[in-house]
């Protein structure tokens, strides 16, 4: 989906002429950087597919997230999320509600500064895994997050895609809201 980069000598970042086979189209060509959508090189798993889990987290109350989703985020080697202070700050809550442990996984962050630049590299971790979750800071992945990008390299490369629903505030707002709702 983006150029790879090489930095010279004084650390100015270049893009390169990149190779790549795009699944979509299943075409392959070299594509110069820029504006351009370049998909990344990377061979289809043939013994089993990457799962990527987006999770739901709580919006206020650390007391909402669902069993299902502390049981997935106990268990995951790699987590990608919006800001790790953010899910730090969640995971340091729900140690001292005894809820879990110590976070061993490995933590990468992707939000709209960093997009360009980290989602290549996190794409080619994770597409040798069994595994790995997306979270966002509060609420549902991808409901004003940053996330679709990879969500739509995984479709394309043939990762299956699992959600843990957690709660949204579109739901929480419309409850509250007295609309009528059975409509």
Known sequence: IFPRENSD??????????????????????VRGGNSQIHL????????????????????????????????????????????????NLWSKMMQMGLVERFTGRIKFIND?????????VIEEINLLESAVLVSDAGMPLMSDPGYKLVSEGIALGWDIEVVPGPTAESAALAVSGLPTDK
């Open 9 to 30: 000598s004084f650390g100015t970042s270049q893009l390169d002429h990149v190779p790549y086979f795009c699944y979509q189209c299943q075409s392959s060509r070299q």
């Open 41 to 88: 090189k990377l061979e289809k798993s043939k013994t089993q597919n990457m799962v990527l889990k987006i999770v739901g987290l709580p919006i206020g109350n650390v007391g909402d997230i669902s069993m299902r989703a502390l049981e997935v985020l106990k268990n995951t080697e790699y987590l990608i999320c919006e800001d790790s202070r953010m899910f730090n």
């Open 113 to 121: 500064f960093n997009e360009y630049k980290a989602l290549p590299k």
